[in-house]
Nanobody, 121 residues
Framework: EVQLVESGGGLVQAGGSLRLSCAASGFTFDDYAIGWIRQAPGKEREGVSCISSSAGSTYYADSVKGRFTISSDNAESTVYLQMNSLKPEDTAVYYC??????????????WGQGTQVTVSS
């Protein structure tokens, strides 16, 4: 059974940083694309970033390019999202998601429970 467990959310002031972690289990980590999707109240879900560790590929939404960095520790089956220069509009629940395939498929069949990120102005 695929399990994704997020941690690292919290409250931070604008301009601050947070690092989200996603601990994955129940599948062959190298065969999957792992990403982050966020949802803010009253807004549509937004794909934030994705990493395909086997291909060494990373992808970012335009809204976070240059501020967020996704990385993976394959030995620990963990994906990280380093978020710098946070803005109030980054406030959302962040979900770790997984797909057996490529980030470019833009399909994620497995979801974590989500972690809240709140950025105060």
């Amino acid at each position: 059974e695929v399990q994704l467990v997020e941690s690292g959310g919290g409250l931070v002031q604008a301009g601050g940083s947070l690092r989200l972690s996603c601990a994955a289990s129940g599948f062959t980590f190298d065969d999957y694309a792992i990403g982050w999707i966020r949802q803010a109240p009253g807004k549509e879900r937004e794909g934030v970033s994705c990493i395909s560790s086997s291909a060494g590929s990373t992808y970012y939404a335009d809204s976070v390019k240059g501020r967020f960095t996704i990385s993976s520790d394959n030995a620990e089956s963990t994906v990280y999202l380093q978020m710098n220069s946070l803005k109030p509009e980054d406030t959302a629940v962040y979900y770790c998601v997984a797909h057996q395939g490529s980030c470019l498929d833009r399909l994620f069949e497995s979801w974590g429970q989500g972690t809240q990120v709140t950025v105060s102005s």
